[in-house]
């Protein structure tokens, strides 16, 4: 029985499983996306989640903690030096699933997985979809104030010339 057995094994041994694991999340530090099958992009998920959460504190056991998970001294440097800035207010849900569909071979599901932080086309989209009707109005009010502002420069420079 797998009573309290929750996550996927992959169909690997531990060893296989926990080196593939810490390949991918090396290659998802380092290149901010991959493509992968649903599952191992889930599975990575949980893997990499808290070593970003880790690396929030940086301190020298912190990086000995994710040093010993993801054995790649250049992921460790990139994930305490860039990542960690750019997630530093995030409170979690530092990774992105995006269905792919399915693979041609085998008809695998595939899927990529990015860090949310780096991806400047979804933030834009998020930006606009979390809108509300009071912040259109205060956001419409804003402009009105600040056209007048911006203007005057403008007439400045055109009694200048």
């Known amino acids: ?36 099958t649903l599952a191992k992009a889930k599975a990575l998920k949980k893997y990499v989640e808290p070593l970003i959460t880790k690396s929030k504190n940086d301190t020298t056991n912190s990086r000995r903690v994710v040093f010993s998970y993801l054995q790649d001294k250049y992921a460790v440097t990139e994930l305490f030096k860039e990542i960690a800035v750019k997630v530093g207010d995030r409170p979690g ?34 930006k606009k979809a979390t809108r509300t009707r009071r912040s259109k109005k205060s956001a419409a009010a804003a402009p009105a104030v600040e056209a007048p502002a911006t203007e005057a420069p403008a007439a400045e420079e055109a009694k200048a010339e």
């Open 93 to 126: 849900g530092y990774t992105r699933i995006i269905k792919l569909g399915s693979r041609m071979s085998d008809a695998a599901p595939m899927a990529f997985i990015e860090l949310v932080d780096y991806n400047e086309n979804m933030a834009k989209v998020a």
């Open 1 to 36: 029985m797998r009573h309290n057995k929750k996550f996927n094994h992959l169909g690997r041994t531990a060893s296989h499983r926990s080196a593939m694991l810490a390949n991918m999340a090396c290659s998802l530090i380092k290149h901010k996306r991959i493509t992968t």
